[in-house]
């Protein structure tokens, strides 16, 4: 598997196209803040220009319950926290043509990472079991949070990542440089004061 540091150019880009003659897109937000996808919005009017060149199959911004096949280039934003997270990641790397690692979370973990210092007992003890509003333990109640899994984990560790999207959160520049190489078929390859972390 290969992680950040070692993968400099990520994959060549998605020059295939859906029916629709444009790109199929997907966005996915797994355990993080929505920073990466608040930054993907402020592409602005390039919006405009993506809009022309995609097909957006898939997103917290968009009301789509189902992550769909046959994706041509899907961005991970957060890291990997619970079950349904790496249910999610296997589904997407297995009907996306590139998976992109989007913002710090899905690159290396970052601040949701914070709790793997505590055993998940011990952090659910404190979160949802003591104090005033304390939630019941057992029944229905352990059934509405996904069960954590032990470590949080960026995403090149639990599926394949084609590029990688530094950034907490990532500046629309960044996000258009390596989008834009994608859609046009080429390998990511940003500059060297794009691969900043945080």
């Known amino acids: 598997m290969t992680t950040p540091a070692s993968k400099q150019s990520g994959a060549k880009g998605a020059k295939t196209a859906g029916s629709s003659g444009k790109i199929r897109l997907a966005t996915v937000w797994l355990g993080g803040c929505s920073g990466c996808h608040m930054s993907f919005l402020d592409l602005d009017e390039k ?12 997103s917290p911004i968009a009301d789509v319950k189902e992550f769909p096949d046959q994706v041509d280039v899907t961005l991970v934003e957060g890291a990997v926290a619970n079950v349904d997270h ?9 009907a996306s043509k590139i998976v992109v ?12 990472s914070l709790r ?12 949802y079991h003591e104090g005033p509003g304390a939630v019941p333990r057992g ?3 352990d059934k509405i949070v996904p069960a954590l899994i032990p470590r ?6 639990v599926i394949p990542v084609d590029a990688f ?3 907490c959160p990532p500046e629309a520049d960044r996000i258009w440089a390596a989008v834009s190489a994608l859609l ?3 390998p990511v390859v940003l500059a060297e004061k794009m691969r900043m972390f945080g």
């Not at 919006?47 to 898939?58: G, H, K, M």
């Not at 989007?102 to 949701?112: E, H, L, Q, R, Y």
């Open 152 to 157: 949080v984990l960026p995403l090149h560790q």
């Open 165 to 167: 999207i530094p950034g």
């Open 116 to 127: 793997n210092k505590f055993p998940v007992e011990d952090l659910l003890t404190k979160v």
């Open 47 to 58: 919006l405009i220009d993506l809009a022309e060149l995609v097909e957006l199959v898939y």
């Open 184 to 186: 046009a078929g080429e």
């Open 86 to 94: 790496l249910e999610l990641a296997e589904k997407l790397r297995a």
């Open 139 to 141: 029944g229905e109640y």
């Open 101 to 112: 690692s989007f913002g710090d979370c899905a690159v290396t973990g970052n601040v949701t």
